[in-house]
C-alpha cells in the first residue's frame, strides 16, 4: 500500500485565457497535515476545487487511495473518505446544531425508503447511532449547550467549529480545509491548531489545508505547496520554505 493518500499530478484549470492552475503536482500522506500556500489569486482554492470535485480539472489526474476522482461530482468524491469545509461558513444556518450533524451522517446512515418508512429495527437503531455520534462530537467540539441553537446565531469560531464536526462525523479519511482561521481571534487560532494536531492523531485524518495565517500553517503543516500565478514554486517543510528566497520574494512581490 503506497503511504500517499492523495495524489495530484498534472493539474491544471483555465477559465477563458486564464490558466489559474498551471501542472500542479503534490501529494498528501496519510495523517499527514498538507498545506497550499500563496499570495492572493495563486490558485490555492482553484486547486481545492478541482481536488473536491466543484471545478471539473481541464488536464490531470487527482487520485485518491489508488483510485482515479477527477472530474467526479463533490457527493461522488466524499464516498471515497474526502470532504471539505468553505471559506465562507457553510452550515444549514435555519437548522439547530444537532439538526445540521444528523442531516450530515443521513445520506450515509440511512437512505433506504422503505425501511424509513415501516420503522424497521434496523432503522431505528442507525437513527439511534446517529444521535450517538452527534452527540459525541457535540462533546467533543464544546457545543453541547448549543444542541438545539440555530447554527446561523451561533458565534462565528463556533460556527467553524460546528462546520469541521459535521465533516468529521462522515468518517473522512481527507478533511479539507479553506481557510479554517479566517475570522477567529489569536485564542481560537490557538484552539483550532489543537484540534487539527488532535483530529490527525486521535481520529487517523488526513488534512489539507489552505491557510494565509502564517503562524497556524507553519505550526501544523508538515509539508507546504507555495504557489505563484497558478504554477507551483516548491514543497517542503515549514522550516524549508520559510527560509526559501523564493518563496520569501513571491511574498514581498506582492506587497
Ligand atoms: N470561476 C472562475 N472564473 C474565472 N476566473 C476564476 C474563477 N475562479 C478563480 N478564478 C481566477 O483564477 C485565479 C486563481 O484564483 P484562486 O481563487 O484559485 O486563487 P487563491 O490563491 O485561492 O486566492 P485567495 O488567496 O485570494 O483566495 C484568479 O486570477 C481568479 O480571479
Known amino acids: 500500500m503506497s503511504d500517499s493518500l492523495l495524489q495530484v499530478s498534472g493539474l491544471s484549470m483555465r477559465f477563458g485565457g486564464l490558466l489559474a492552475v498551471d501542472s500542479v503536482a503534490f501529494d498528501v500522506k496519510r495523517d499527514e497535515v498538507f498545506a497550499i500556500i500563496g499570495p492572493n489569486g495563486a490558485g490555492k482554492t482553484t486547486v481545492f476545487n478541482c481536488v ?103 458565534p462565528y469560531g463556533h460556527q467553524r467549529r460546528l462546520e469541521i464536526a459535521r465533516c468529521m462525523i462522515t468518517k473522512p479519511r481527507l478533511l479539507m480545509l479553506d481557510e479554517p482561521a479566517a475570522g477567529l481571534n489569536p485564542q481560537e487560532k490557538r484552539e483550532l491548531q489543537g484540534l487539527i494536531d ?21 505550526g501544523v503543516s508538515d509539508r507546504i505547496l507555495v504557489m505563484e500565478h497558478g504554477k507551483p514554486i516548491t514543497t517542503g517543510k515549514p522550516d524549508d520554505v520559510r527560509n526559501d528566497p523564493r518563496v520569501i520574494k513571491a511574498y514581498l512581490g506582492e506587497e
Open 198 to 218: 488532535t483530529l490527525r492523531r486521535d481520529f487517523g485524518v488526513a488534512v489539507l489545508l489552505i491557510e494565509h495565517d502564517m503562524g497556524l500553517v507553519m
Open 52 to 154: 473536491g470535485g466543484f471545478y471539473k480539472p481541464t488536464a490531470g489526474d487527482v487520485v485518491m487511495d489508488g483510485k482515479p476522482i477527477n472530474g467526479l461530482p463533490s457527493h461522488k468524491v466524499a464516498q471515497h473518505g474526502l470532504v471539505r469545509t468553505f471559506q465562507n461558513v457553510r452550515l444549514f444556518k435555519q437548522l439547530t446544531v444537532l439538526e445540521n450533524l444528523l442531516v450530515a451522517q443521513h445520506t450515509q446512515v440511512e437512505n433506504r425508503l422503505l425501511p424509513g418508512l415501516l420503522k424497521l429495527k434496523s432503522y431505528r437503531k442507525s437513527e439511534a447511532d446517529a444521535l450517538d455520534r452527534s452527540a459525541q462530537w457535540l462533546d467533543f467540539m464544546g457545543l453541547r449547550e448549543f444542541a438545539n441553537r440555530e447554527a446561523g446565531n451561533l
